[in-house]
């Protein structure tokens, strides 16, 4: 009997500590009522939010790798806003750094049970590097219940350390940022997009300690957007980039990046490491060049087979792997990112002959240009060719892409171009509009009560290269079933068939597709009168802005004219047509129209997006016209027996 009450207690005293412990961590009603506020305050997705945020810097000196470190920590106290929540924190890390400490805690201050993963970080499922990723699953049970995150990060070499932002996944109360930068260290905090955020910055000097701390605050700032198509971050959130120009050891100056000559420096130390080995791929070389009559000729043959037989694979944004591979590993492993397919493209070229660079290159992604030497600069690696004095830049990753020709993500970005000690800077050249041409010609009539006849689409520019390259990696018994569903545009309504296409392994010229048509229940029939309807395409019917808050980016410039001319039986006449419409402006050329010639209807589209990008202060006068393009899609044409 003693045994059974002594029992008693135990379970009791245990049931009461749980009690005890969780009332410690439950939301009381000042954490509710901070959650409500915070749900009010910041946009109503959010479901979580960062009440404090600080991030403190400090930098020291390690002598046996006569590296500047640094030292990074991150607390942040985050706080639900809704009944439940399940997010996931997590950090990247590579070679170049480390993770000390990666804890989450109970707002009493002790460890949750949270599993902490670790895990190679991989892109596309398939190429592996050094980069890993640290995260856990976060829930959170009730409105107002907090965690706590510590992050302690050591990264080995100061250069990898290229900015800080003031925004973050989640809405944040108040930010903190502390920078300690000691008398040795040359460092420059350059402020991008501040403009129009209330960032208060101190700087103290702490003479015993020979430095100077910088401290920046920022209050009630929103969570990154989630819009896609939207400019890079560089372009929009308010951030520190991170400028390492010298530090002084023993009285003397060691030079980081002061200049874009030390950043082109730094990148050739890293390709001089590389022992390039032509000798697997002398005789593919030679294979693509013996007959071929002219120089740009050889070249093209290589800069397409790089693209043809070399699988590109990306690496994200930011990860720390500037040295290319060498040219002969991809060549045998027929994969590479732009760094070896580029690496792969010079070596072929220098082997038959050519002077042959390398390339670095930040995509329109990014907001910099050279002017501000830092590892962020660019994300990107291509290859150029210099015949007779002109410089042709090659980007084999850009599948299908005809030489002299560049996708939009590059057209108009400063280069750095090898050369020698010394280095060349060159904007790749901007692209007209007309060159992304899209030609779109329906010829159809009435039979019964359906619309048939046939459809030409031609394609040049960066929508013929898509399009080739989908096509291309769409297995042969299936090419036919899925341009059928390309072309019907998965309407089930519209049959294709009798496709024709232009020679699809020429990238050269543009990609031409016809085909037959039928189409159901575009047209109804009420006594003597018919309803038709006459779009198809329905060309940016999805584009509207109401509730955006970005830029919209396209991914290319375009030119878009598509005309359906529609016969009508002489025993019809047409009655009114829709209004045409049209919107014009420095980015953009919008035009719609309708005409009556004879006993036919021309029914005209042009679209110009002239600069890729349509911006939010013209968001008001694309909606309007928006509006009025979706109702004329779905105007119906009306004929009436005569």
Not at 235 to 251: F, Q
Not at 484 to 502: A, F, H, Q, W
Request: with cysteine; net charge positive; charged share 30%.
């Amino acid at each position: 009997m003693k045994k059974i009450v002594l029992l008693y207690i135990l379970i009791n005293n245990l049931f009461s500590v749980i009690i005890y412990a969780q009332k410690k961590i439950e939301p009381n009603d000042t954490d509710i009522a901070q959650a409500v506020k915070l749900k009010e305050k910041f946009d109503e997705k959010d479901n979580v939010a960062i009440i404090k945020s600080t991030e403190n810097v400090t930098f020291n000196f390690n002598k046996k790798t006569e590296k500047v470190v640094v030292n990074h920590k991150i607390e942040e106290d985050l706080i639900n806003l809704d009944e439940r929540a399940d997010i996931q924190k997590y950090y990247f890390y590579d070679g170049q750094s480390k993770i000390l400490t990666f804890n989450i805690l109970y707002k009493n201050k002790k460890r949750t049970g949270f599993r902490i993963e670790d895990e190679a970080f991989t892109s596309q499922g398939l190429f592996h590097n050094d980069s890993r990723v640290k995260y856990v699953n976060i829930d959170f049970p009730l409105k107002g219940y907090k965690y706590k995150s510590i992050l302690k990060e050591r990264i080995t070499d100061i250069k990898y350390f290229t900015k800080l932002y003031f925004n973050d996944e989640y809405p944040i109360e108040n930010k903190k940022i502390t920078i300690v930068i000691p008398n040795w260290l040359n460092l420059e905090l350059k402020e991008i997009n501040f403009k129009g955020y209330d960032i208060k910055k101190q700087i103290t000097t702490n003479p015993k300690q020979n430095s100077k701390t910088y401290t920046f605050t920022l209050e009630d700032i929103p969570a990154k957007s989630k819009e896609e198509s939207a400019p890079g971050p560089t372009y929009i959130y308010p951030h520190l980039l991170i400028l390492p120009k010298s530090y002084t050891n023993n009285t003397k100056e060691n030079i980081l990046f002061k200049e874009t000559k030390d950043l082109y420096n730094w990148y050739q130390s890293l390709v001089k490491e590389l022992k390039n080995e032509n000798e697997p791929f002398k005789n593919t070389v030679l294979d693509l060049t013996k007959n071929a009559k002219t120089d740009v000729e050889k070249i093209k043959n290589i800069y397409y087979w790089v693209q043809d037989n070399i699988r590109y694979i990306a690496f994200e944004d930011g990860i720390a792997g500037f040295k290319p591979d060498e040219a002969v590993n991809v060549f045998q492993k027929k994969y590479g990112d732009c760094k070896g397919m580029a690496n792969l493209t010079k070596q072929m070229l220098i082997e038959a002959g050519f002077d042959s660079r390398l390339v670095w290159i930040g995509t329109k992604r990014i907001a910099y240009d050279y002017s501000t030497p830092n590892l962020s600069v660019d994300n990107h690696m291509i290859c150029a060719v210099i015949i007779n004095g002109e410089i042709t830049f090659l980007d084999a990753t850009e599948k299908y892409n005809p030489f002299g020709e560049y996708a939009h993500r590059i057209q108009g970005k400063e280069a750095l171009i090898e050369n020698g000690n010394d280095f060349i800077l060159k904007k790749v050249p901007e692209l007209n509009y007309e060159f992304n041409k899209e030609i779109i010609n329906y010829t159809l009539k009435l039979e019964g009560e359906e619309l048939t006849g046939s459809a030409t689409r031609n394609y040049g520019g960066e929508r013929r290269t898509e399009l080739l390259y989908t096509i291309s990696n769409i297995k042969k018994d299936k090419k036919d079933k899925s341009l059928k569903k390309y072309l019907s545009r998965d309407n089930t309504n519209i049959t294709v068939s009798n496709i024709k296409t232009s020679d699809l392994n020429n990238r050269e010229s543009s990609l031409e597709l016809n085909y037959s048509l039928t189409i159901k229940n575009a047209v109804s029939i009420f006594d003597k009168e018919l309803y038709i309807n006459l779009d198809f395409d329905k060309e940016f019917s999805s584009h509207n802005f109401k509730k955006r808050k970005l830029d919209y980016i396209f991914s290319s410039k375009k030119k878009i004219i598509s005309t359906t001319v529609l016969s009508v039986p002489e025993t019809y006449k047409i009655l009114e047509l829709p209004k045409n419409i049209a919107l014009h402006t420095d980015n953009y050329d919008l035009e719609v129209t309708f005409t009556k010639n004879e006993n036919r209807i021309i029914y005209k589209k042009k679209f110009k997006i002239k600069k890729a990008i349509i911006k939010k202060i013209d968001f008001e006068s694309w909606n309007t016209f928006n509006n009025d393009l979706v109702k004329l899609y779905n105007e119906q044409i009306t004929l009436i027996k005569k």
